[in-house]
């Protein structure tokens, strides 16, 4: 499979927005990860074939992800953002067996094709 290329990410003041953007071979299960200096990687948001969406309790209310399966394009909008959420951060594919209506974000090990991340930083 292609790897998935995001794009989007770059430095922002506390409280501003940006969107990130990631084509992939395919985003029907697909999902946000991010990982911080000296942190492990953690989920960040999800959404499955039936659009469902389940999103980490830091970001509910100011993130959010979409997706156009036309384009095979998945999507982050990033509003309200704070320091807290500089990061790497990586769009992935999760694989057939874990996509399921409704799952919670879930592990590493259920995605199966990862972009290489991109850069978003937060100044205060």
């Known amino acids: 499979q292609v790897q998935p290329v995001e794009s989007g990410g770059g430095s922002v003041q506390a409280g501003g927005s940006l969107r990130l953007s990631c084509v992939a071979h395919?985003?029907?299960?697909a999902a946000w990860f991010r990982q911080a200096p000296g942190k492990e990687r953690e989920g960040v948001a999800t959404?499955?074939?039936?659009?469902?969406?389940q999103y980490a309790e830091s970001v509910k209310g100011r993130f959010t992800i979409s997706k156009d399966n036309a384009k095979n394009t998945l999507y982050l909008q990033m509003n309200n953002l704070n320091p807290e959420d500089t990061a790497m951060y990586y769009c992935?594919?999760?694989?057939?067996?874990?996509?399921?209506?409704?799952?919670?974000?879930?592990?590493?090990?259920?995605?199966?094709?990862w972009g290489q991340g991109l850069q978003v930083t937060v100044s205060s």
């Open positions: 992935a594919t999760r694989a057939p067996f874990y996509c399921r209506s409704g799952a919670p974000i879930g592990r590493d090990f259920e995605y199966t094709n």
């Open positions: 395919e985003t029907y299960c």
């Open positions: 959404i499955d074939s039936n659009d469902d969406t």
